[in-house]
Structure formats: C-alpha cells, structure tokens
C-alpha cells in the first residue's frame, strides 16, 4: 500500500487549499492524459475540467490501495471515456476540408508543417474512433502515455493477461486501417522509403570488408 | 503470394523488426515472407506510420487555458470540501440540528416569501486585498484619440496625454468623441470608450480594480494566477475575471457585460453571483437577459515592454479617413490620435469614408514622429494601385479560426434539432473579411440543402462574429462549407 501524501490526506478531510494544490499539482498531467485520449480535436478544456470536478468528488474514497497516481489515471480515464460516448451520440458540425477530402500531407518542410502535423493526427483518431473503447483504452495508456500491461490493467481493472490480448488485437486493427488511409498515404511512403534506405544502407555496411 | 484469408499477420515479428530486436537471420526470414505476404506487408506499413504519429502524439502539448478554468476549480474545490466535511461530520451534527429544528419550530412562526427582483446594491464594493501588501504600479497610455482629461489624488485637473502616466487613485473622464487605451501590465491592458468616467481604485502588481462611473471598459486581461485579480466595479457590482478579453458598460444606468473570449463572475455588494458570462456573449445584469455579442469588442492596446516607453506617433484629424490601422490596432478618425508604436518602419493604414484603403510605410524614430496635414494628404495620395489590391490570408489561418468558431455554432445546430430533429446537410458560407480582419459580410452560396432558414440565420450571424488576422490591403473573401450531420 503506498503511503497516503499528505496533501491528499488534507483534501480528504474538505481542506479547500489542499484541493485546489492537487488541482496546479496535477494539472498538467491530467491535461495530457486527456489530449492523448481525445486527441487534436478533443473538448480537452472541459474534459480537464470534468476529470477534476470527478477528482474533487472522489478523493475521499482513495484509500491507497494503489497509487495516487494510478488512481488519477483511472479516474481520468473513465472521465474521457464517457465524453467519447457522449460525442459519437451528438450532433456534428464541421467545415473546412472534410477528412475524406483531405490532401495528403506534404513531405516539405516549411509553415504548413504544423497542419500537416495536425491532419495526420486527426486521420489517427478519425481510426482510433473504429475500435471498442475497450481496446483503445489499453492502445492509448500503452502506446501514447507509455504504461505498461501491469500498470494498465490496474487502471482498467483487468488482468494483465487481458489488457495484452486487447492491445494486440487494437494493434492489429488500428495498423490495418492505418495502412490504407488516404491522409497518411504520404506518410507510409516515407517511412517505407526510409526503412528502405535504411536497409539498403545496411547492406551496404554489411558488404563492405 | 500467401493467402490472406488463411494467414494472420505475423504481428509481433514485425513489431520486433520495427524495433530492431530481430538477429540478421531474423531479418533476412521475415524479408523473405514479406515479399511473399501482401498482408503482412500491409501491416507493417501500417505499424510503421503508427510508430511515426505516435512520436507525434507524444510530442504535441495540449493547448489548455488553465486560467480560465481557475476560477471555476476554486468553486467546485470550495463546494467539494463543504461536501466533505458535512460527511465528515454529519452524524453528531443531525441530532444538534434536530434539537436545534424542534426549537425553531416551537419558536418561530413560518412565513411566505415571495421572489424579490434584484435589488441593485446601494454602494459600490470594495474588495478588501487579497495578496500582502505591493507597490502601486505606473499605468502608461498607449494610444489617445480626442481629449480627456485626468484628475490626480490631490484634487488637480489636467489634459491627458500620451506622456502623462497615470496612478492608483486617480480619475479618468473622456470627451465624447475620445478614446484611451492603458496598458496597466504584462499583457494586460484596458481601452476607455467614449465619454468614460473611471477611477483607478488600485493598481498593484496582483490587483487591478477599476471603478467605472460611465461610459465602458473593456479589457484584455493576461492569465492570472491564483491569488491575482482583475475586477472592475459599476453600478455596486463587481465584475471579477480570470484572463480573458471583455467590456463593461454603464448606459442608463443599466449595467452590461460582453464578454468576447474568457469567463468572467458578476457579483453584487453581497458578494451574491448575479451572473456568469463565458465569451462569446453578453448579460444584462438589471434584467438577467443573456444574448451574443453584436460586433468584436475594441482590442485594448498592450504596447511596449515594462520600464520602457516606445516613441509615440501622433496623426492629425483628416476628414477623408474613416478608420485607421497602426501596428495592429484599429481606431475611428474622429479627433488627433497619438499612440505609442516601436521605433522603425510601422505600417500605417486608412480606411476612407468611401471603403478604400490607402497603405503606407512610415519611418518612426526613437524620439516620435508627429505626422503633418501636408505629409499625410502626400501619403494617402501614393500608392493608390497598391492599397486596391487584395489582401492575402493563409488557408491555415482561416482554417484555424473557423475551426475555433464551430462550437460557437454547434449551438445553434442543437437548436434546430430540438424542432426538426432530422436536420442534416451541407452550406457554403462567402465570408467577406475586411483589411483588419474583421468579417464585414457572410452570405449562403447555393443551395443551402434542406438546411432551415432559421438555422442558416443563426450559423451566419455565428460566423459574423468570427475576427481573423488582418488580410491587409483590401481584405479577402473566401468560401467555408459547413457540414451538419448527426446520430440519432
């Protein structure tokens, strides 16, 4: 059992400073948890916000059975999973270049960069959106925030064993559909073309006496 | 080739190829298969970009306005500790509040009340400082158009101007036709409106209170930190903010808030919330009435860095002018305007009283520049070609506004939903932008596709609310498409 920060003790007891304190402690954090789970084109403020009002109304049940922060993550995790149900049931409103329509990105350096940047990740989540919210749960704490399968299954409540069969099988899914995505065409001829450059230099350094 | 259907790709060697943990003869095994397995060769260049965009994930920082949040985090941070120390004490304090219910009951006899409008408070509040004790800061006037006149501590009238620095306790009146913008910190600043009236009750480093007896306000207001404030008082009400862009006006003893960007709390002498706005919108605080904001509010000019003072330009009253642009800022003709901008080449444009743009470049030296009738009438004279021609905004740029405009209009989608709840479709909005980057005109473009009349009425008064960076020159014009589209 990990020891009870003081801090924590003292929200549970309704200190308002302390509550707040967690809050600039733990901002940061929670809003990248968030992004990382939403994605480019998440309500990330108001997610933050509700993980926090979540935090707030929850802490006294923290008995530190586990980690403060596991328990942060699994809180913020759910906060974010039921924002993403409560978006694939509201309307939609979009302008601009539509995802089917977008161009693939450039490979040029130069001002666009950042957009481009930005399209290829909305094309990763318009893909992650296709999986169960279970699988891209697992794929997204494993893969973006670098948790491992023990941690992770702390944070979801599964087995260790279940969260590697679910992020195997997210994997398998997500690099299909990634694959042959028109956005990320581009892409997968870059780094098709570096790996082979990359092969291909290493055979040269292989053959070399 | 391998059959797809019968084989399933073989994820982890190529996870352990990506990774560089298979041996040469690995290597050379899987590259053989691959040549072969069109379905695994798929996969691995699906698991290659996936590599890719999750460095890119990684790398990118969410963009969040913790300030903004501030303020409500304190409340439910406030709310959440009441809750917790009710449980925490609720059971020796239900039989105290038993007894003490049964005593009320046998002592008072109960009364019916009856709503009471909003009484407006009789004084205007003074909030006591939060943070110990700072210097009072020295205010600078970064632009001046028309005459005002500052009255100091010591009962003195002087004329206002651009050098004249004001401070903590002094009041500010406007002429009419005037307006003065104070930059009062870092990235902080307020514009006074027309025929104003305020005091500057406190300006510390952590504190800023304006009292504004006329006229109207409006501030941009930096980040705060926890501790720090920014209100302005009127009519007995406080109008606290955490980092944001907003107007206060007095008309008739009316009080009115818009708020452009950010959030900001209305409070009465009571310390009651009487009202919250989160920008883009408005609040009348005597009705409760809440509606959008008709047009963007004055940008309040930051100039300069703390400690210095960039050399100031003065412009003389012209008739033809109607509007001018100066590094940034925008201000009516009417009247001299003097404002500090940085030393060097400054950008002057003038919108004529007849929509055209006359652009010049003027050299501002280190001591200030004073333009003369003459030299101005030569300006706006030379490069008429130039000024005719269109300004230049990146498809980013529009595309980054646009986007930032959709939840904005997404109400009014939801809206429409709750009448005709199979509401779906596609419309082009032509928005014409001005050189300041203001939207001047948005108009449906063919067939607007089922989309009701009402909800095109409310998309494009939405999108008349957009500001983009200034095209220059004569503005731009450009189509966005809107799709609307639902699950039901």
Request: glycine fraction near 8%.
């Amino acid at each position: 059992m990990d020891p009870l920060d003081p801090l924590v003790r003292r929200a549970q007891a309704g200190d308002e400073r302390a509550l707040h304190e967690l809050f600039v402690r733990h901002r940061q954090d929670v809003a990248r948890i968030v992004f990382r789970a939403l994605g480019p084109d998440g309500d990330v403020d108001d997610v933050v916000q509700d993980a926090f009002i979540q935090i707030f109304r929850s802490i006294g049940r923290f008995r530190g059975n586990s980690k403060f922060s596991t328990w942060l993550y699994r809180v913020v995790t759910n906060v974010a999973r039921m924002h993403l149900r409560s978006r694939r049931a509201r309307p939609q409103i979009a302008s601009g270049v539509a995802p089917e329509d977008a161009k693939p990105a450039s490979l040029a350096d130069g001002p666009e960069q950042e957009a481009e940047r930005h399209a290829r990740l909305r094309a990763l989540y318009r893909q992650l959106d296709q999986l169960s919210e279970k699988k891209r749960t697992v794929l997204v704490l494993h893969d973006f925030e670098g948790l491992s399968p023990a941690e992770i299954g702390e944070i979801v409540e599964a087995p260790v064993l279940t969260v590697r069969t679910r992020l195997f099988y997210a994997r398998k899914e997500l690099y299909a559909a990634l694959a042959t995505d028109p956005v990320l065409a581009e892409v997968a001829e870059q780094v098709r073309e570096a790996a082979s450059g990359g092969a291909n230099a290493g055979k040269r350094a292989g053959s070399e006496p | 080739m391998i059959a797809s259907r019968a084989h399933e790709p073989k994820l982890r060697a190529l996870e352990a190829l990506q990774a560089q943990r298979l041996s040469a003869a690995g290597r050379a095994r899987l590259r053989r298969h691959l040549e072969r397995c069109e379905l695994c060769e798929t996969t691995l260049r699906g698991l290659r970009v996936h590599t890719q965009l999750t460095a890119a994930v990684r790398a990118s920082a969410p963009q969040v306005d913790f300030a903004r949040m501030e303020l409500a985090m304190r409340q439910h941070a406030r709310a959440a500790a009441r809750r917790s120390r009710l449980t925490r004490f609720a059971l020796p304090a239900a039989a105290v509040a038993v007894a003490a219910a049964v005593l009320l009951v046998l002592m008072l006899r109960p009364t019916q009340r009856t709503p009471q409008p909003l009484a407006r408070p009789a004084a205007v509040q003074k909030v006591s400082p939060a943070q110990p004790e700072a210097a009072s800061v020295v205010a600078m006037l970064t632009a001046l158009r028309g005459t005002a006149t500052v009255v100091g501590t010591d009962g003195s009238e002087q004329r206002l101007t651009l050098d004249r620095p004001v401070r903590e306790g002094e009041r500010i009146a406007l002429a009419a036709d005037a307006e003065v913008h104070v930059r009062l910190g870092t990235d902080t600043a307020m514009a006074l409106g027309p025929a104003a009236r305020v005091g500057l009750q406190r300006l510390r480093e952590h504190e800023t209170f304006i009292d504004l007896l006329e006229g109207s306000v409006t501030s941009q207001v930096r980040h705060l930190q926890p501790g720090e404030r920014y209100v302005v008082h009127a009519l007995g009400y406080a109008v606290s903010v955490v980092g944001t862009h907003f107007s206060v006006s007095v008309d008739d003893d009316q009080l009115h808030v818009a708020v452009e960007q950010g959030h900001v709390v209305v409070t009465d002498a009571q310390d009651r919330v009487v009202g919250d706005v989160i920008g883009p919108g408005s609040f009348e605080v005597a009705t409760g009435t809440r509606a959008g904001i008709d047009a963007a509010l004055v940008k309040p000019r930051v100039a300069g860095v703390p400690g210095t003072a960039w050399p100031a330009l003065s412009l003389p009253q012209w008739p033809s002018v109607a509007t001018w642009q100066v590094d940034g800022s925008s201000f009516a003709a009417s009247g001299q305007l003097a404002m500090r901008v940085p030393a060097g080449d400054v950008t002057l444009t003038a919108q004529l009283t007849d929509g055209r743009l006359r652009k010049t470049l003027v050299r501002v030296p280190a001591e200030g520049l004073r333009v003369e009738e003459d030299v101005l009438r030569r300006l706006l004279r030379a490069n008429d070609d130039e000024a005719r021609e269109a300004g230049t905004l990146k498809p980013d740029a529009i595309m980054s506004v646009v986007q930032a405009g959709l939840p904005g209009l997404q109400r009014c989608y939801e809206l429409s939903l709750k009448q005709r709840p199979d509401v779906s479709g596609r419309l082009t909005l032509r928005i014409a932008v001005d050189a300041a980057g203001r939207v001047t005109r948005v108009t449906p473009r063919g067939d607007a596709g089922g989309v009701p009349e009402d909800l095109v009425t409310c998309i494009r008064t939405g999108a008349e609310r957009w500001r983009f960076p200034p095209p220059g020159a004569s503005g731009i014009t450009f189509d966005a498409p809107i799709r609307l589209s639902h699950q039901h």
